[in-house]
T-cell receptor, first 111, second 114 residues
Framework: ETGVTQSPTHLIKTRGQQVTLRCSSQ?????VSWYQQALGQGPQFIFQ???????GRGNFPPRFSGLQFPNYSSELNVNALELDDSALYLC??????????FGPGTRLTVT | AQKVTQAQTEISVVEKEDVTLDCVYE???????LFWYKQPPSGELVFLIR??????QNEISGRYSWNFQKSTSSFNFTITASQVVDSAVYFC???????????FGSGTRLQVQP
């Protein structure tokens, strides 16, 4: 186990709603990243937080936003949900050699 | 621009066979890191190995070995004496010095039959 936890495990939302996903990173890791993995594809980078500041972002619209807290836990918020947002959302904390340790993910279904 | 290619979509082997997973990473960057991840049916991505672009020494760790050739941009991963528990999707994921993220390939699904 990586020590990275995510909640909830599964979530079903309706198009247009808002959702918040949560992540607790591995102890001592101050950098957390979020990825979206659509079915049958590799994960796609959403953004990264370091010491409560966003310091990197992938090709995702502003309705994808995040927060990192002083204890290095993190949230991913998605507004105005679309059907294409249905995916597995993965949180990862970064080790001291740039390796990323992933949590089990949250599976989001938008209907 | 950078490009990660895992040309093998799916591989099926019989238990105890050796299997090599291919990855080609094209980039103009001279310094980068390469990672392999495993994603079993449970869905959780498991970190396997990390290599630097400036270290071409090939390594073996248990049943895993990797062959990195910078001249051909290839970073291949071999499992010796495969086991049923090795069945998973394997991702090659480079990280360049400037980017703050991993760029995942499309993955190779490995099925090890008993």
């Amino acid at each position: 186990e990586t020590g990275v936890t995510q909640s909830p495990t599964h979530l079903i939302k309706t198009r247009g709603q808002q959702v918040t996903l949560r992540c607790s990173s591995q102890s001592g890791h101050n950098t957390v990243s979020w990825y979206q993995q659509a079915l049958g594809q590799g994960p796609q980078f959403i953004f990264q937080y370091y010491r409560e500041e966003e310091n990197g972002r992938g090709n995702f619209p502003p309705r994808f936003s995040g927060l990192q807290f002083p204890n290095y836990s993190s949230e991913l918020n998605v507004n105005a949900l679309e059907l294409d947002d249905s995916a597995l959302y993965l949180c990862a904390s970064r080790g001291d050699r740039y390796e990323q340790y992933f949590g089990p993910g949250t599976r989001l279904t938008v209907t | 621009a950078q490009k990660v290619t895992q040309a093998q979509t799916e591989i099926s082997v019989v238990e105890k066979e050796d299997v090599t997973l291919d990855c080609v990473y094209e980039t103009r960057d001279t310094t980068y890191y390469l990672f392999w991840y495993k994603q079993p049916p449970s869905g959780e991505l498991v970190f396997l190995i990390r290599r630097n672009s400036f270290d071409e020494q090939n390594e073996i760790s248990g049943r895993y070995s990797w062959n990195f050739q910078k001249s051909t941009s290839s970073f291949n991963f071999t499992i010796t004496a495969s086991q049923v528990v090795d069945s998973a999707v394997y991702f090659c994921a480079p990280r360049t010095g400037g980017r703050r993220a991993l760029t995942f390939g499309s993955g190779t699904r490995l099925q090890v039959q008993p």
